[in-house]
């Protein structure tokens, strides 16, 4: 069992900067593919950015490519997503997920889900 428990999120106007943290309990956290999901209201889930944990390869949806860094720190079991340049259409909660295993944009292959955590930017 793996236990994911976000924080960070918050209002921000455009333009504005927050950090996401993630941190994972239960088992060995460096063994994982980390990733993060947002869903906006009416929409549903997509894939922000992904991290593996073998090759540490970060990937990015287009829509974050240049702005969102992910970025993991295995010793203390935390995953981050850095968030830059934020716009209005970032506005979603956003969700920490993992995979024993590969995990790529698919949200059907994620194993756990954190709870979220709110993001709200203003115009």
């Known amino acids: 069992q793996v236990q994911l428990v976000e924080s960070g999120g918050g209002l921000v106007q455009a333009g504005g900067s927050l950090r996401l943290s993630c941190v994972a309990s239960?088992?060995?956290?460096?063994?994982?593919?980390m990733a993060w999901f947002r869903q906006a209201p009416g929409k549903e889930r997509e894939f922000v950015a992904r991290?593996?944990?073998?090759?540490?390869?970060?990937a990015y949806s287009d829509s974050v490519k240049g702005r969102f860094t992910i970025s993991r720190d295995n010793a203390k079991s935390t995953l981050y997503l850095q968030m830059n340049s934020l716009k209005p259409e970032d506005t979603a909660v956003y969700y920490c997920?993992?995979?024993?295993?590969?995990?790529?944009?698919?949200?059907?292959?994620?194993?756990?889900w954190g709870q979220g955590t709110q993001v709200t930017v203003s115009s």
């Open positions: 997920a993992v995979r024993r295993g590969y995990l790529n944009s698919d949200p059907d292959r994620v194993d756990y």
């Open positions: 239960g088992r060995t956290f460096s063994t994982f593919d």
């Open positions: 991290v593996g944990w073998r090759e540490n390869t970060p």
